[in-house]
């Protein structure tokens, strides 16, 4: 099946930094999803993006698709932007395949 | 619109006893999946329903447990004696799936103690 890779695994900020968070995939898909996994649990949909480049306020994501990956870049982070980003990607099979996160923790 | 509905959101039970999750898939959706989350394995896909049918329940751990979906606005996972390893939180999600493409919504998830 399908490979998902995200880097880092792990990443510390101060609050007002920028980060970029990666994945890369092993084939060729037809949907890829972040999410973001608040300290409560909840599995948040973030951006909906099989290629191309989309925003959503301090949020942004580009996926390469011929290249196989993807990137979301996170501006002026808060303490609310702290938990685990999912990458999670469909290629044939129906089911999303997903990576196995970055935590991010960021200080006040 | 109401997003995925889990139900409970908190189940403690002891080691042998029936546990039943439920989940209401977004009105609408035509696929239903059901994964396990925990620290050391991550998300795991448990199984998933095409229009109400099973289509791959490879995930599923044993015979312990079991998913019904009796029609396109309820589906149940159980777990049959359920064990302590079983611990984890569960969740459904729901997604509209039209040539393989179709964003995937989660719900809250049900978090399973077993004593």
């Known amino acids: 099946g399908i490979q998902v890779e995200q880097s880092p695994p792990d990443l510390i900020l101060q609050e007002g930094a920028n980060s970029t968070l990666r994945c890369n995939f092993s084939d060729s898909v037809n949907n890829l999803q972040w999410f973001h996994q608040n300290p409560w649990g909840q599995l948040i949909n973030l951006f909906y993006i099989p290629s191309g480049t989309k925003q959503n306020g301090r949020l942004s994501a580009t996926t390469v698709a011929t290249e196989r990956y993807s990137l979301l870049y996170i501006s002026s982070s808060q303490t609310t932007d702290s938990g685990v980003y999912f990458c999670?990607?469909?290629?044939?099979?129906?089911?999303?395949?997903f990576g196995s996160g970055t935590q991010l923790t960021v200080l006040p | 619109d109401a997003g995925v509905i889990q139900s409970p959101r908190h189940e403690v039970t002891e080691m042998g006893q029936e546990v039943t999750l439920r989940c209401k898939p977004i009105?609408?959706?035509?696929?239903l999946f059901w994964y396990r989350q925990t620290m050391m394995r991550g998300l795991e896909l448990l199984i998933y329903?095409?229009?109400?049918?099973?289509?791959?329940d490879s995930g599923m751990p044993e015979d312990r447990f079991s998913a019904k979906m009796p029609n396109a606005s309820f589906s149940t996972l159980k777990i049959q004696p359920s064990e302590p390893r079983d611990s984890a939180v569960y969740f459904c999600?729901?997604?509209?799936?039209?040539?393989?493409?179709?964003?995937?919504?989660f719900g809250e998830g049900s978090r399973l103690t077993v004593l």
């Open positions: 329903f095409n229009n109400n049918v099973p289509i791959d």
């Open positions: 999670a990607v469909r290629g044939s099979a129906r089911q999303l395949t």
């Open positions: 999600a729901s997604s509209r799936i039209a040539r393989n493409t179709g964003e995937l919504f």
């Open positions: 009105s609408g959706h035509n696929s």
